[in-house]
C-alpha cells in the first residue's frame, strides 16, 4: 500500500502542465428549456490525442466529463462536448437549460497525466425566459387572389443541434429550410414558402410560428391586401368585339343568286 501511494505520488510530479489559447465567447445567450451550443475552439498541433475534454463551473463542479460518474448531479445527462478535440474544436451542448445555468463555465483538457489549461476558455450565459420574435421579409402592397407570392421567415437562435420548425397560416406550394451561421454560435434559420393567395376581397393576416427546441414558441405576422381581379371589365371587352365582329357581318354585301344574274 505505502509503495502504491510513492508511485502515484512519483506519476503526478511528472505531470507536465500547458497553457494554451482558446476561443470562446465571454458571454453568450440561451434560450431556457432549449438547448444551447457554446463555441470553442483552440489550436492543438501535437501528435499524441487529448484523452478527455472537460467542462467545469468556474467556482468548481464539473459539467461534462468523458465519465459520467464525475459530473456534478445537476448537469448529468444534460452535456455533451459536439466537436473533436483533436482538431481543436471543444464546443460544448447543454440541454434542458435551466433558469439558473448560468456558470461561469471553463474547458480545460488532459492527456495522460498532462494537464491542459486555455487562456479566454470561459464562458458566461445570458438566459432568455422568451425567444427570438420572427422577422418576416415584406410583402407587396396588394395582391390579387389566386395569384401565387414567396415569402421568408427567419430566427436567430443558439441551438443549432436542434434548430427550430415553422408552421405557417396558409396552405403551401413549395417550402425550403436554410441554417446560416451569422457570427460566432448565432445560428439563422430561415423558412421560405410559396403559396397561392386565396379568393376573397380584403386585408388578411399571413402568421409564421417558430417551434424551439422542447416546444416553446413565436409567431410573427404580416397583413395582405388582397384584390379580386376586374374580370368585368375583361367580360365587357369581350362583349364589345363581338358585337362589333356580328355587325361586321351583317354589313357585307349578299351574294346574289344564279337566277338574279341570268334574269339580267
Avoid at 510513492?6 to 506519476?11: D, E, K, M, R, Y
Avoid at 464525475?70 to 471543444?90: A, Q, S
Wanted: proline share 6%.
Amino acid at each position: 500500500h505505502f509503495f502504491f501511494q510513492n508511485i502515484c505520488g512519483l506519476s503526478s510530479l511528472f505531470a507536465a502542465f500547458h497553457v494554451l489559447a482558446a476561443d470562446v465567447p465571454f458571454r453568450f445567450s440561451a434560450l431556457t428549456r432549449s438547448c444551447v451550443v457554446i463555441p470553442c475552439s483552440f489550436q492543438y498541433e501535437e501528435d499524441i490525442p487529448l484523452t478527455r475534454g472537460i467542462w467545469s463551473k468556474k467556482t468548481g463542479g464539473i459539467v461534462f466529463h468523458n465519465g459520467q460518474s464525475n459530473v456534478i448531479d445537476h448537469f448529468k445527462g444534460r452535456t455533451k462536448i459536439l466537436g473533436d478535440l483533436n482538431e481543436g474544436n471543444c464546443s460544448l451542448e447543454i440541454d434542458d437549460i435551466k433558469p439558473f445555468d448560468n456558470g461561469p463555465f471553463c474547458f480545460h483538457a488532459e492527456k495522460g497525466h498532462d494537464k491542459y489549461r486555455f487562456n479566454n476558455s470561459c464562458v458566461f450565459i445570458v438566459m432568455k425566459a422568451s425567444p427570438e420574435k420572427p422577422v418576416m421579409t415584406p410583402v407587396p402592397a396588394e395582391v390579387d387572389a389566386g395569384s401565387t407570392i414567396t415569402v421568408s421567415c427567419s430566427v436567430a437562435h443558439t441551438c443549432p443541434s436542434h434548430p427550430p420548425i415553422f408552421s405557417w397560416s396558409v396552405p403551401d406550394l413549395s417550402s425550403e429550410i436554410s441554417h446560416t451561421l451569422t457570427s460566432s454560435g448565432i445560428w439563422e434559420t430561415k423558412s421560405t414558402v410559396t403559396f397561392m393567395v386565396a379568393a376573397g376581397d380584403g386585408v388578411r393576416s399571413l402568421t409564421c410560428t417558430a417551434i424551439f427546441w422542447r416546444d416553446k414558441q413565436q409567431a410573427g405576422t404580416v397583413k395582405l391586401n388582397v384584390k379580386v381581379p376586374c374580370l368585368v371589365f375583361f367580360y365587357y371587352s369581350c362583349m364589345k368585339l363581338k358585337c362589333s365582329y356580328m355587325s361586321r357581318i351583317t354589313d357585307v354585301p349578299a351574294e346574289k343568286s344564279l337566277w338574279d344574274r341570268l334574269s339580267r
